[in-house]
């Protein structure tokens, strides 16, 4: 079983479009991660969210919305979908506690025409 | 936030072994030193992790300076398979909001 599955792993859209990227844990998590990596390959943290509850929001854009219908799963939707949002993006899950490692998932490859 | 420096980019020759060195001298008494490691084309990947003593695992070493301002991981035998980018990151341990912010990281080169 996979520890923290994304789907879709791959995703091109054109501009304008809303889509959503999947993610769930199986481990027991109470806290999930979203980040961004760009081309230039840097990782950076989107959003964090403990017991379904957001703890961190970085200056992301409000086209960006997660939602966490469960400590399990943490779901990233995207409206209005704009070339500079072509990216990866990782799904990450761990205990809440700094002394825990996190587990990613494989990422999505988002690309928008 | 405590941040960490580690060099852009280190080469190693297969079968020897790696010092990445990582510096964090803002580090506070409850910050855990945490590695990861991101693969071409996978997500990051846990390394190993420790608070004050070295840390031993099947993966890698990690050696904390005394005063815990730096760190080194360690990759005792270097194979191809280690080529990737190491990142060293702080974890607060109860603090919320400063968990898992990436550094650019070490992008390592094992030589055959």
Known sequence: ?113 | DAKTTQPNSMESNEEEPVHLPCNHSTISGTDYIHWYRQLPSQGPEYVIHGLTSNVNNRMASLAIAEDRKSSTLILHRATLRDAAVYYCILRAFDNYGQNFVFGPGTRLSVLP
């Open chain 1, 1 to 113: 079983d996979t520890a923290v599955s994304q789907t879709p792993k791959y995703l091109v859209t054109q501009m304008g479009n809303d889509k959503s990227i999947k993610c769930e844990q199986n481990l027991g998590h109470d806290t999930m991660y979203w980040y961004k990596q760009d081309s230039k390959k840097f990782l950076k943290i989107m959003f964090s969210y403990n017991n379904k509850e957001l703890i961190i929001n970085e200056t992301v854009p409000n086209r960006f919305s997660p939602k966490s219908p469960d400590k399990a799963h943490l779901n990233l939707h995207i409206n209005s979908l704009e070339l500079g949002d072509s990216a990866v993006y990782f799904c990450a899950s761990s205990y809440l506690q700094g002394n825990t490692e996190a587990f990613f998932g494989q990422g999505t490859r988002l690309t928008v025409v």
